[in-house]
């Protein structure tokens, strides 16, 4: 997170903590949900046996929700919008691979035999932040376009 100062950092950071902060982001995962939206609510928690990865469960589990929806099919993937009620770190790759839709490119939470795209990273891109300002109330939005190479990779899915 970036911020003009410290004082709009900690303003922000409240913000995310009392969840008043709407993040969306798009992915590109293997294979398809069985639905077109769906919502994960599966807490989250450190692996036991390997403390830099993130589990269902694991040690010290925290509440964590993931909202979904299908922007389109592919013939071996899903373009997904995906929505955080909570942030907890590696969330959505967590969610996603526990619901069998890893996200296409992630190398510690996707499945070695999903298709990669020809992409050097994970499938995963914040689209949109919106808040109320700090210290104005106005509404704030930014957006953030796929980058190409994320273009890239999705035009090679859909042709797959």
């Known amino acids: 997170m970036v911020a003009c100062d410290a004082a709009a950092h900690r303003a ?3 913000k995310i903590a009392a969840r008043e902060v ?3 982001y798009i992915a590109l995962v293997a294979g398809c949900p069985p639905s077109r939206t769906g919502t994960i609510d599966a ?3 450190r692996d036991h046996r390997a403390r830099e990865r993130v589990v269902v469960g694991g040690r010290r589990p925290r509440t964590a929700v993931t909202r979904f929806e299908v922007r389109e099919r592919l013939p071996r993937a899903a373009l997904l919008d995906v929505r955080l009620e909570t ?3 590696h969330q959505i790759r967590v969610h996603l691979e526990a619901i069998g839709c890893p996200v296409v490119g ?3 939470y996707g499945s070695g035999s999903a298709p990669g795209y020809g992409l050097e ?3 995963l891109h914040s ?3 919106s808040f109320a300002h700090p210290v104005d109330g106005r ?3 930014l957006e953030s376009a796929l980058p190409d190479d994320l273009e890239a990779a999705l035009e090679r899915a859909r042709r797959d």
């Open 43 to 45: 807490p989250l928690g």
């Open 22 to 24: 709407v993040r969306e």
């Open 127 to 129: 689209r949109r932040i």
């Open 139 to 141: 509404p704030v939005e």
């Open 87 to 89: 942030g907890r770190t």
């Open 12 to 14: 922000l950071s409240a």
């Open 121 to 123: 990273r994970q499938f």
């Open 106 to 108: 992630d190398r510690r």
